[in-house]
């Protein structure tokens, strides 16, 4: 056979295409293990900074340990979830929000008429977490997501230990626009939520992300988020998805415990 026979060209090239599929293959088994781990400590890094614990050049899983307790939280009893019903699907440290919202023991499907932030099913549990100084709550960290434009988002919202103020808020995973929806990722943006009013004296949900920007000389403006310019369903997922959470349907019963004296467990 000559060296420019077809057969050889295309046995070169299988060897090529095997060589290089083995190698790609190889590659992502490989680094699979460390995505999983930069994708945890991303998770953690947006815990921090929704509880304004984050600092650039800080060892992340060190502050988060020191600093944070993670606990499971039924969001229909708002009570701490015992221990004794974790297993090998549902545990704090392996604990998945889009897992188990479609497992079908522990989650729940929500009904169109309250389902605001587009999610379809929730889970049954929560995994919240304290930020707490000498035992006492300073903040709580709540998972949220909800739907956008062209995504679901899953973010944190952190609220203060007078149960009604934000302490900030982060997002860790969307697929919004870069430069319009993807700007729930600008710093400035994000800051903007910090020492705004989420709940009132009563604590009904106050809390809103305004289709333009707040006018901060009328009366309101504690209790408003501008919108994103140009991108009005993102912005509108994330005051949906952020009502979603804060209030009856989510966090809501947790919250009222906290505010009455405490869960079985925390306080
Ligand atoms: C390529 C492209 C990407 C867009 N991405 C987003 C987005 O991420 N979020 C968003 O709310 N709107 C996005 N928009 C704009 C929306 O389609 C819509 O025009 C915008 O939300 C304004 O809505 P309104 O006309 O009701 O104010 C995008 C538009 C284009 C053409």
Not at 6 to 20: D, F, H, P, Q
Not at 148 to 168: C, Q, R
Not at 216 to 238: C, M
């Amino acid at each position: 056979m000559s060296d420019d026979s077809i057969g050889k060209t295309l046995g070169v090239a299988l060897a090529v295409c095997i060589v290089c599929s083995v190698l790609v293959s190889t590659a992502a088994v490989k680094l699979s293990s460390i995505q999983e781990h930069n994708k945890k400590v991303d998770k953690i890094k947006n815990i921090l900074q929704a509880g304004a614990l984050y600092q650039d050049g800080m060892d992340v899983v060190k502050t988060y340990e020191e600093k944070i307790e993670p606990v499971m939280i039924d969001l229909e009893t708002g009570e701490q979830v015992a221990e004794d019903i974790f297993n090998e699907e549902l545990s704090i440290e392996t604990f998945d929000i889009k897992t188990i919202s479609e497992h079908a023991e522990y989650s729940v499907r929500i009904s169109q008429k309250n389902d605001i932030a587009g999610i379809k099913r929730r889970p049954k549990y929560m995994v919240i977490y304290f930020v707490k100084t000498a035992g006492e709550i300073e903040k709580i960290i709540f998972p949220i997501y909800g739907k956008g434009l062209w995504s679901t988002l899953y973010g944190f919202v952190a609220i203060s230990n007078d149960f009604k103020t934000v302490e900030g808020l982060t997002f860790y995973e969307h697929g919004e626009t870069p430069g319009l929806g993807g700007e729930v990722d600008n710093p400035k943006w994000k800051a903007s939520w910090k020492g705004k009013q989420a709940f009132d004296k009563n604590y009904e949900l106050i809390l809103t992300v305004l289709k333009g920007a707040v006018d901060p000389s009328k009366p309101g403006a504690e209790h408003q988020i501008d919108g994103l310019a140009g991108s009005t369903i993102t912005t509108r997922g994330v005051d949906n998805l952020v009502k979603y959470w804060l209030q009856d349907q989510g966090y809501g019963a947790f919250l009222a415990k906290l505010r009455s004296g405490g869960t079985n467990e925390q306080i």
